[in-house]
């Protein structure tokens, strides 16, 4: 009939996806992060790969290879019919010879095509049954048939032109998953896509799909910076539309790679190509009426951060080496019992562990490097971290995958901006601005250090507790120094907290430092008043940086970039600049720095002094961990109480050089023990690992010449 007629001629229009590359991540020297590599994937004409051979397409394939004559020919039509399934079979055994894929491999694989296909064509069927089913239920009753004979000719008239033409039930079904090729074998190589092509006639059928992956070259180098992008899934595909209120700007499709953690996810936008597009019209035989590109690929930008590799990665293999030691691990550094440097910032816990005893490594560590002047960060490491590579491809080594999902360090966690822990002393740092600031503290004025405060055995110095003595008469620099409690604890009682929460809300504690990258944590900042119950306790515990109070490594950096600068509080950032493609020129970070009001750079010179002191007097708590002979180095340590029996988190941040600062850094270890022993090591190493790369070079010398002066 006509109907069945126009059915064969029916077009099947298509729209195939033109891949695209996403953009790359880069460090300021060029080396790649992350990138994307173009893989080639071998696909089969649906109809060369389905078993049994449709009919249909066997008899019309044989028809074309006779002339007009032998088409009538039935024997010779079959005999041609069974030449072409003999070259179905020989041109898969070929192809499992040339891959070195087994028969098997290669059926398999064609069956789950195959069967996801026999799904979809079932499933249109079925919804083509129940629309017809829908179609009679609504045609006009007889009951309800006009009377007159006219209006019976316009009724019939009308039904025939609307109601939808009865199909047999053999009138052929064709859905365009049957005219489409599927991917077969996936990362096929460059010398065997050659061998096919250049041998079309040995593999009809078979053609080539390009696609891209996401790779990391550099595997662990900054992995909790990079992030990771991985295939959209089906679920994160449906939360995504629905959080969108209009179309996908970036076309999102399920299978397209998209930025879960880091850089990756956070420059998402600026990093995601665009996919182009083709229209291809084909018959009801899957051959190509037209082809036509609607809408050319657009490939991403690539994304330039701040990360000094060399720096990031001698930091972080010494950090990993840190957190890695074994129990029988001693503390070699660990001296005779007169250190007092060993024991004035450490909890009454740490002081009490003997000499040379076992120790377990620390949970964690995190290092954050920052340029005083722009925020820029240098280097910013979390340890344990973890393979990006194996990330992005967990399937390449499942049991390493996942005992890295069940390693209870949480090696995916960002420390140095997630870790939000007490920063024990060095917070004091904080606090000396919050005193002088006040204009009501006398820097100069010595306040005397019996130990403790006014109970033996409560608000005590660490010195106390070990040597059952106190510091005596304390200056501020002193107390910066030789980090003596009962100095801050008497400025909290004098003082109130007011000014200790105001300033430290000026710096941005309790709030997010506006780095780029998703997810980070603010911290705490108890909002401490007056009439609150505890609040002496409390305001004195803030003092010292205890208390309620938690903190993030990238704080602690950016406090002391902000005393290093001479009050100008930075915005710190990782993405220098961002290539754009239709772009002469790149885009570049403009740096984000704050002038605090009331800020008096006097004062800060007198904690920089401190700080100074920390490390170049024999007395200060990173004399013996920190001190280098080549450069100096001002900082602060620190010892957090954990409570419940576990160690304390053990800190140290500063600036180097002293003198003229050029980079501000933070470290703590996660269950370390003390701040000296166990951070000023790490530290130390962090400034040498500066200095034989030649970022403390020319300052160095400088700095060394001006104090000579």
């Known amino acids: 009939t006509d109907d069945y007629a126009a059915l064969f001629d029916k077009e099947y229009v298509s729209e195939v996806s033109i891949p695209s590359l996403d953009g ?64 179905r079979e020989a041109m898969w055994n070929q192809l499992a ?76 079904l064709v859905i365009r998953e049957e005219l489409e090729y599927h991917t077969v074998l996936e990362n096929i190589s460059v010398e065997i896509a050659s061998r096919i092509k250049t041998h079309r006639s040995q593999f009809p059928g078979l053609d080539f799909e390009v696609k891209t992956e996401r790779h990391y070259p550099q595997r662990d180098l900054a992995a909790h910076i990079v992030g990771v992008r991985r295939p959209l899934t089906p679920d994160q595909y449906q939360a995504r539309q629905e959080s969108l209120e209009e179309n996908d700007p970036l076309d999102y499709q399920i299978g397209d790679h998209i930025g879960l953690t880091g850089l990756e ?44 590799s060399q720096l990031q990665r001698a930091i972080q293999d010494h950090l990993e080496a840190q957190i890695s030691l074994g129990e029988e691990t001693t503390r070699s550094s660990s001296g005779t019992g007169n250190d007092t440097e060993d024991v004035v910032d450490a909890s009454p816990d740490q002081t009490a562990i003997g000499q040379g005893a076992h120790i377990q490594p620390p949970a964690g560590g995190a290092v954050v490097v920052l340029d005083v002047r722009t925020g820029a960060v240098v280097a910013a490491v979390s340890a344990p971290g973890f393979d990006l590579e194996l990330m992005s491809h967990p399937e390449t080594d499942l049991p390493r995958w996942q005992q890295l999902q069940q390693d209870q360090r949480g090696p995916f966690m960002t420390r140095f901006t997630q870790m939000a822990v007490a920063p024990g002393s060095v917070f004091k740092t904080m606090s000396s601005i919050a005193m002088l600031h006040s204009g009501q503290w006398n820097p100069d004025q010595p306040r005397y250090c019996q130990g403790y405060l006014h109970q033996p055995h409560q608000y005590r110095c660490y010195i106390y507790s070990h040597y059952g003595h106190g510091h005596g008469d304390m200056t501020l620099t002193d107390a910066i120094c030789q980090s003596c409690n ?86 710190p950032y990782l993405v220098d600049q961002i290539e754009d493609v239709d772009a002469a020129q790149p885009h570049y970070r403009d740096p984000i720095v704050q002038k605090i009001p009331g800020v008096d750079d006097d004062l800060l010179a007198r904690i920089r002094e401190g700080l100074w002191m920390v490390v170049q007097n024999p007395r200060g708590t990173g004399y013996k961990h920190v001190r280098l002979s080549d450069i100096e180095i001002a900082g602060k340590t620190g010892t957090a109480e954990v409570g419940a029996g576990r160690r304390d988190h053990a800190w140290f941040a500063g600036f180097v050089p002293a003198q003229r600062p ?47 002066e």
Request: charged share 30%.
């Open 486 to 571: 009962v100095y801050y604890f008497t400025a909290a009682e004098e003082l109130g907290a007011q000014p200790f929460v105001e300033w430290s809300r000026k710096l941005g504690f309790g709030q997010r430092t506006g780095i780029d990258l998703p997810d980070e944590r603010t911290g705490n900042l108890p909002n401490l008043k007056p009439d609150d119950v505890g609040y002496a306790g409390n305001s004195r515990g803030l003092a010292i940086g205890q208390a309620r109070l938690t903190t993030t490594p990238i704080q602690i950096a950016r406090m002391m970039a902000f005393i290093a600068n001479g009050g100008e509080l930075v915005t």
């Open 97 to 172: 010879q040339l891959t070195g894929r087994t028969t098997e491999e290669l059926r398999e694989a064609r069956q789950k095509i195959q069967q996801r296909v026999e799904r979809q064509l079932e499933s249109v069927k079925r919804r083509r049954v129940e629309r017809e089913a829908e179609a009679v239920s609504e045609q006009v009753k007889p009951e309800d048939q006009p009377d007159d004979w006219w209006s019976q000719l316009t009724h019939s008239v009308k039904q025939e032109l609307t109601t939808t033409p009865h199909r047999q039930v053999d009138d052929p």
């Open 662 to 708: 050029k980079y501000a850094f933070a470290v703590v270890m996660e269950h370390a023990g003390s701040g000296g022993k166990m951070a000023g090591p790490v530290a130390k190493q962090v400034v040498q690992s500066m200095l034989e790369l030649g970022l403390l070079g020319g300052q160095a010398e400088l700095a060394k010449r001006e104090k000579s």
């Open 24 to 87: 790359r991540i880069l460090t300021r020297e060029g080396l790649v992060l992350a990138e994307d590599r173009q893989v080639l994937n071998l696909t089969s004409h649906y109809r060369w790969l389905e078993e049994p051979a449709n009919e249909e397409w066997l008899k019309r394939h044989a028809r074309s290879r006779l002339s007009p004559q032998d088409r009538r020919d039935k024997e010779k039509l079959a005999e041609q019919e069974q030449i072409i399934l003999q070259e």
């Open 265 to 308: 996810k956070r420059y998402d936008r600026q990093l995601r190509g665009l996919r182009g597009m083709r229209r291809i019209v084909k018959n009801r035989h899957g051959e190509i009426l037209s082809d036509e590109v609607i809408r050319n690929p657009r490939k991403g930008r690539n994304v330039i951060v701040s990360l000094h």
